[in-house]
T-cell receptor
Framework: AQSVTQLGSHVSVSEGALVLLRCNYS??????LFWYVQYPNQGLQLLLK??????LVKGINGFEAEFKKSETSFHLTKPSAHMSDAAEYFC???????????FGTGTRLKVLA | DGGITQSPKYLFRKEGQNVTLSCEQN?????MYWYRQDPGQGLRLIYY???????QKGDIAEGYSVSREKKESFPLTVTSAQKNPTAFYLC???????????FGQGTRLTVV
C-alpha cells in the first residue's frame, strides 16, 4: 500500500534562510509525486510534480524537489525563504494509471522576520 | 476561467440535519474526489468517481453520500449519521493528460 510521511508538522525558518521540507513515501510501483501548498481557508495549489525523467524538479515560487528512489524521498527546498512562503505544504503520491492520491499530514511553514 | 467551484464557502448545520456541498468543474476532467481536512490529519479521501454514474468509497465514507449524474458535478451530502462533521471539505478533479489533481477553494462546515 502507498503511504506518505512528512517529517515535522511545523517548521520555522528565518526570512532569507534555506527551506527544507521532508517527504518520504512508500510505493510498490514507480510513483508520481507532488507537492501542494495551501494558504488559510483555501484549496491546494500545485507547486511541482515528478512523473518521469529528470529527478530534480523545479516548481513555482522558486521551489524545487529531488526524487531519490534509493531513499524513497521527495524533499522540497527553496534557497531563500520569503514571508509569503508561510503556508501549509502537502506531499502526495499516486500510482501511474490510477486515480488515487495519498496525502501526507502536512507541514506548516512559518517564516520569521 | 477553467476550474473547480465549491459552494458555499461556509456552511452551518444543526445536529440531525443533512446538508449538501456543491462541487462543479468546467475542466472536462473524468475523475472527481471529495476530501475531508482536519488539523494535523492531512487530507482523507471520502469518495471518488472516475466516470459518470459510478463512484467508490474512500477511506472515510461512513456518514457521507455522493452522486455523479453529470460529468461536471459531484455533490457531497453529509448525513446525520456523520457524528463529527465539522471540518474543511475539498473537492478535486483530474483527467487525461494531467497527472495532478486540481482543487476547489473548499467548504468549511460547522455543526451548531
Amino acid at each position: 500500500a502507498q503511504s506518505v510521511t512528512q517529517l515535522g508538522s511545523h517548521v520555522s525558518v528565518s526570512e532569507g534562510a534555506l527551506v527544507l521540507l521532508r517527504c518520504n513515501y512508500s510505493s510498490s510501483v514507480p510513483p508520481y509525486l507532488f507537492w501542494y501548498v495551501q494558504y488559510p481557508n483555501q484549496g491546494l495549489q500545485l507547486l511541482l510534480k515528478y512523473t518521469t525523467g529528470a529527478t530534480l524538479v523545479k516548481g513555482i515560487n522558486g521551489f524545487e524537489a529531488e526524487f531519490k528512489k534509493s531513499e524513497t524521498s521527495f524533499h522540497l527546498t527553496k534557497p531563500s525563504a520569503h514571508m509569503s512562503d508561510a503556508a501549509e505544504y502537502f506531499c502526495a503520491v499516486s500510482e501511474s494509471g490510477t486515480y488515487k492520491y495519498i496525502f501526507g499530514t502536512g507541514t506548516r511553514l512559518k517564516v520569521l522576520a | 476561467d477553467g476550474g473547480i467551484t465549491q459552494s458555499p464557502k461556509y456552511l452551518f448545520r444543526k445536529e440531525g440535519q443533512n446538508v449538501t456541498l456543491s462541487c462543479e468543474q468546467n475542466l472536462n476532467h473524468d475523475a472527481m474526489y471529495w476530501y475531508r481536512q482536519d488539523p494535523g490529519q492531512g487530507l482523507r479521501l471520502i469518495y471518488y468517481s472516475q466516470i459518470v454514474n459510478d463512484f467508490q468509497k474512500g477511506d472515510i465514507a461512513e456518514g457521507y453520500s455522493v452522486s455523479r449524474e453529470k460529468k461536471e458535478s459531484f455533490p457531497l451530502t453529509v448525513t446525520s449519521a456523520q457524528k463529527n462533521p465539522t471540518a474543511f471539505y475539498l473537492c478535486a478533479a483530474t483527467g487525461r493528460g494531467h497527472t495532478e489533481a486540481f482543487f476547489g477553494q473548499g467548504t468549511r462546515l460547522t455543526v451548531v
